[in-house]
Each structure stands twice: as C-alpha cells, then as structure tokens.
C-alpha cells in the first residue's frame, strides 16, 4: 500500500475510533446515601440507576456508595452543592438548613396517612418547593419518601406523650422536629444518622424516631427494646444532584433523569409500603415490645404550642393549604 493510502487508511480508522468513543462516552455519577443497599435508598438508587441507563443508551452510570459511605447527610449536601459528589438521596432532615421551604412538611401531624402526604408533594405545593432548590446551589430531582415516623426507646413503653417527658430523644437535624419533641416534654438530641447506632447501644440517648424502612434497614430495633407506632410526622426523602453535573447535561438527557426518577418513585415507595407492612413482624420477632394502640389525640393535643412556632415561621394559611389538599 502506497503511503499516502496507508496515511488516509490510519486517519479514516482514528475518526471513526473517536466517533465510536464520543458515541459511547460514559459519565459515571457518584450517588451517595445512609441506608444501606438492600433498603428502600437502595431500591431508589438501583431501579434509577437502571432506567437512566436504558433511557441514555448507557451514557449515564451510577456508581453507588450506600451505608454513609460519604459521611452524613448533611456532609452530602454539602458535597453536592460543591460539587465533589454528584447525587445524594436524602431525608429533609438536614434539608431544611440548606431549602428553609422544606421544613414545613415536618410539622408534626400535618399529613393525615399517606394518600394525603403523596398528592402534596406531587401536587402544585410540592412541585412548586423544588423550585426553590437552584438558587441554593442544588437541583431537585424528585420527592421520595421515608414513611411515617415511631418512637423507639430502651427505657419503657410509651403509650402517650407524658411517658416521653424526660427521654433523650435522638432528632434529626431539624429544628422543626426538636420543637415538636420539647412541647411532649423530651429532651431533643439531633445527630446525624451515621452516629445514631452506636449511641443507642452506649446510652448516649434513650431512644430515637424514624420510619419503620429505617428503623428495618439500620437494625436500631436491634438496640432497643420499646416501639411505640406513633406516626407522629411524615418524612419525605429527595434526589439532589449537583447544579455543575446538571448545566452539562442535555435538554434530551434532563427528561431521561426526569422519567427515569418517576420509575424509582414508584419503587421507593412501594418499598415503604411492603416495609411498613412486613417490617413489624421482624422487629416483634428481635424481641421488641410493640405498642401498636396509641392515643394519637393525646400527642397531637401535646404539640399544640409547637403550631404557634409553626404558624409564625410558615403562615397558618400555608399549613391550612396543606391540610385542606383531599
């Protein structure tokens, strides 16, 4: 072969090598989260994972690291605010210091089951707080959920309010939620939850509060000895991904992300589903003494001076809002 074909050979071969390489480039996401992978984060992130994949030909791949593997959740979001991690999902614990809108679905006893809590956030209220989210250095993705929260503790049953006073209580983050706890007469500890298990097993708290898919998926029950389905607050759970990953991402590709999140909605929350119905029986099972009969009037009458504080930092009319949704 003559040089000058052997030259054009080598040259139509590197272009069509680099065609074939921008065609199939890969951009790898690191997802981070708390709970581990066989919970309902890690059904979120693998069903997510999953359909961005096929809705993008593979350009898009999660790279998974479960179990707090990149610290807390506010460490998270922090680093997906900076950029040095791409996605988290988290719980809106801690949210609220980042998006002061998201604290108001922390109000305790704001949601009636949950039918009512999910038509809110995927109603006009809900959609219209994630756009409050770029302005603060972050990109909404979508709502998940945690579920209903329950009161667990190592010290006796809490049948109502008045057999809380006293307790340290291991809170989230999240003033609204340590305002609720100081009406019922609680001593509030917030700490993130990568430090919660080792507390509860030193006695560094009594006891603490989460959805029953947590409380299964982090084997607190493991290390106490009451809970109490008190369903006291509705915890909604989000997928954050970084604003320097989503400004390169293509019109065509933001609705692969969008559609591909619809998909791991429903299997999030089906997850919570089979979790709050199987999840019982587990922790029955490790010995925990269940109280499943609860005066749910009685807490919702202790935390009646909280809906002052509420009413003042959100507006009566927009808890009404919430309240008023069918």
Not at 1 to 15: D, I, Q
Not at 22 to 37: E, P, S
Not at 123 to 138: N, Y
Not at 164 to 193: C, D, Q, Y
């Amino acid at each position: 072969m003559k040089p000058s074909n052997l030259l054009a050979s080598l040259l139509v071969g590197f272009s069509l090598a680099a065609s074939s390489f921008v065609a199939h480039a890969q951009t790898v996401l690191k997802i981070g989260y708390t709970a581990t992978n066989d919970s309902h984060y890690g059904v979120t992130a693998n069903v997510f994972g999953e359909e961005l994949a096929k809705r993008t030909s593979g350009r898009y791949k999660l790279q998974q690291f479960p179990s707090s593997a990149l610290g807390g959740e506010r460490e998270m979001i922090e680093a997906v605010q900076l950029g040095s991690q791409d996605m988290v999902i988290t719980s809106t614990g801690p949210l609220g210091n980042f998006v002061p809108d998201t604290r108001i679905f922390d109000i305790p006893f704001l949601f009636r089951n949950y039918e009512h809590a999910r038509k809110v956030l995927d109603g006009p209220i809900g959609q219209e707080v994630l756009t409050k989210f770029p302005a603060k250095g972050l990109v909404a993705v979508s709502w998940l959920e945690n579920g209903f929260r329950h009161i667990t503790n190592s010290k006796l049953p809490v049948i109502g309010p008045e057999n809380v006073k006293g307790l340290k209580i291991r809170t989230m983050e999240n003033k609204v939620h340590m305002e609720a706890f100081k009406s019922m007469g609680a001593l509030p500890t917030p700490m993130a939850m990568n430090e919660l298990f080792t507390s509860l097993q030193q006695g560094t708290v009594d006891g603490q509060e989460n959805p029953i898919p947590v409380i299964l998926s982090n084997k607190l029950y493991t290390a106490q000895k009451f809970l109490t389905l008190s369903g006291h607050v509705y915890s909604p759970a989000m997928l954050l991904i970084s604003p320097s990953i989503w400004e390169k991402v293509s019109e065509a590709d933001k609705k692969a992300f969008y559609e591909a999140a619809k998909i791991a909605v429903v299997a999030n929350r089906k997850r919570v589903n089979d979790d709050e119905a199987n999840g019982i029986a587990t922790i029955k099972a490790a010995g925990v003494s269940v109280i499943e009969k609860v005066d749910i009037t009685k807490f919702q009458a202790a935390v009646v001076p909280a809906y002052a504080v509420y009413a003042k930092e959100f507006g009566a009319d927009k808890i009404k809002k919430i309240q008023d949704v069918k």
